[in-house]
């Protein structure tokens, strides 16, 4: 229900979608956090969507990370917490979203700051769709949006 809201609510806006189409990949609206002084960790999110079949987010890595996986977020007693894990799905009309509070992708062990206006290359691999390129651009950390 969420995600439909998100969508119908992405399509009223009307803005311009950044979109990387690659075969039956599409990725729309990537961004990652800037960094905060000397912080190592960051996070990207974008909305994933397969013309074909159901295909999974196996893997991603970016030249600027010593590590990146794939997260999501759990409520555990009243406390958010990150947990990795092994795969994001996706299918046709169904789109992997990667978001604030839900999925992501977590970059660790980061090998220069992420400024905001910079763009940092991220390389998703899929079980099925293979490697994906995606041109991410770095945004500001707002007041209020500082968890990730
Ligand atoms: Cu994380």
Request: aromatic share 4%; proline share 5%; no cysteine.
């Amino acid at each position: 229900m969420r995600l439909k809201s998100l969508l119908i609510a992405a399509a009223l806006a009307g803005f311009a979608t950044l979109a990387h189409a690659q075969g039956q990949i599409t990725v729309k609206e990537p961004y990652a956090r800037a960094t905060i002084g000397q912080a190592k960790v960051s996070a990207a999110y974008m909305t994933i969507e397969t013309s074909t079949g159901p295909d999974r987010l196996i893997a991603a890595a970016s030249p600027v990370a010593g590590t990146v996986e794939l997260h999501t977020h759990l409520h555990e007693g009243g406390v958010m917490k990150m947990r990795q894990v092994e795969a994001i799905e996706l299918a046709p009309g169904k789109p992997a979203v990667l978001e604030t509070g839900g999925y992501h992708i977590m970059m660790l062990d980061l090998k220069q700051p992420l400024k905001a206006g910079e763009t940092i290359l991220l390389t998703l691999t899929f079980e099925k769709a293979g490697k994906v390129e995606v041109q991410v651009p770095v945004r500001p950390l707002r007041a209020g949006h500082q968890r990730h």
